[in-house]
């Protein structure tokens, strides 16, 4: 080494970004897909992607506005033509009034939505201070709580429970809103559980929210994590806590298209709110945009337009081609001994509970001591690669998630699959 090179052993990250682990979900799947390129037989139910293409009416209208020239720089918060058309399908379809543009913004990803609109609710709590807090049900989406601590809240985890369908009750939140309450996050249809919040369920629970709003605590928010809206089964209707006036200005709509339009890596999202708050809020989502990934690719957004005006056909048809796969998965999984799966309303997700296999082993001399060790058993031994389901919080400890994304022979073979891996456990 150079006598005049500086020793790089006490250089550190920040703790900010020490205290949160990798996605649990895209480890399982990278270590799959290692796999299965290194010859292994291995079947992955993993990450929540459709295995549809893209719709050839979005693909054209991107390579389209490609020939156009559209590969310059656009407004961090989206051109005003997909913000209209967000605007006018959230009013149209989720009955969301008083939107215009100035109340939308367009993001790389739902996920990006929330992350920015996190970034504009919490601070970093000064010394001696309590942070602001974000209720959480669980178990919920692995990404959630990172979001929440990178922005410097603090999370409140509300555990929902099978019994009660895997859904908040109005109740549950009495409980825990407080004069620090920032957010309360929502996730209708729901991952990982599959569950469905009907109408009736959301008013009672958006009133109760508006209650508890104006007598405990002022700066209350709902982040209504609405992106599966269009993968809902059993005639449940989806039911956007933003149509309800009572909380209505006090709620942020996050969607996108990677679920309804097989457009996971457009990187396609948006985030909605309406009133002076929304506008306002909006406008400190552009800020966030402007100082770090600017707008999204310029040729992406009149594939947008084109994702939010003319696919109902293909929303139609992969709705009942899912509610196909559910019905495998939900027969299938409560066949096999020491495994039960709750009804799957929407989504795309069974979340089966194994504890009755906990504390058994493997063939191979693993114990399986939790639903950590359950997965990686379960592709080590058995070639199925799931998520376990402690990386979702709550009683997620119990329960392993398969996402059923996948043609049904590939369903059938790996609940035939994973019923071996059962009965050989001693």
């Known amino acids: 080494m150079n006598s005049t090179t500086t020793p790089t052993t006490s250089l550190t990250l920040s703790h900010r970004v020490n205290s949160i682990g990798p996605s649990a979900t895209l480890r399982i799947t990278a ?21 549809t293409p893209t719709p050839e009416v979005v693909v054209e209208a991107a390579v389209q506005a490609l020939r156009n020239g559209e590969t310059r720089y656009k407004p961090a918060l989206g051109d005003v033509a997909v913000r209209e058309a967000i605007a006018h399908k959230l009013t149209t379809q989720n009955r969301i009034q008083g939107l ?7 993001t790389f990803g739902a996920k990006q939505a929330l992350y920015n609109a996190c970034q504009c609710l919490f601070d970093v709590a000064a010394t001696g201070t309590a942070p602001a807090e974000a209720i959480i049900p669980v178990p919920s989406w692995v990404s959630y709580r990172p979001i929440v601590e990178l ?9 929902t429970l099978p019994e009660h369908g895997f859904k908040p009750r109005p109740e549950d939140f009495r409980k825990l809103v407080n004069e620090r309450t920032r957010a309360v996050f929502l996730n209708s249809p729901n991952n990982p559980t599959g569950a469905v919040i009907s109408p009736d369920e959301m ?3 958006a009133e109760e929210l508006a209650h508890l709003a104006s007598s405990v605590a002022p700066n209350l928010v709902i982040l209504s994590d609405e992106i599966y809206e ?14 309800i006036e009572s909380i209505a200005d006090r709620t942020i709509t996050i969607n996108g298209l990677s679920k309804s339009a097989s ?3 457009w990187r396609a999202g948006y985030a909605a709110c309406p009133g002076s708050f929304g506008a306002e809020l909006i406008q400190g989502m552009g800020k966030v945009q402007e100082q770090s990934a600017s707008n999204v690719t310029s ?3 009149p594939a947008m337009c084109a994702a939010l005006t003319q696919i109902d056909d293909h929303i139609k048809r992969m709705r009942t081609s899912f509610e196909e796969r559910s019905r495998i998965m939900y027969e299938g999984l409560n066949t096999i001994a020491g495994v039960t799966c709750t009804p799957i309303r929407g989504a795309f997700y069974a979340f089966p509970d194994v504890s009755a296999l906990l504390g058994k082993t493997t063939p191979k001399g693993t114990k399986l001591a939790n639903s950590t060790i359950f997965a990686e058993a379960l592709l080590d031994e058995a070639g199925i690669a799931v998520i376990q389901g402690a990386a979702f919080e709550g009683c997620g400890d119990k329960h392993i998630r398969f996402s059923f994304a996948k043609h049904v022979d590939t369903l059938r073979s790996g609940i035939t699959r994973f019923e071996r891996f059962c009965t050989t456990l001693s």
């Open 263 to 265: 457009m996971t890596g």
């Open 151 to 159: 922005a410097g809240g603090k999370v409140v985890t509300l555990e």
């Open 299 to 301: 040729f992406v957004m």
């Open 230 to 243: 269009n993968i809902i089964f059993d005639g449940m209707q989806h039911c956007s806590p933003g149509s």
């Open 100 to 106: 215009t543009k100035d109340h939308v913004a367009v």
């Open 203 to 205: 008013r009672a629970i």
């Open 31 to 51: 270590k799959a897909n290692a796999l299965q390129k290194a010859g292994k037989d291995i079947l992955i139910f993993a990450a929540g992607e459709p295995d």
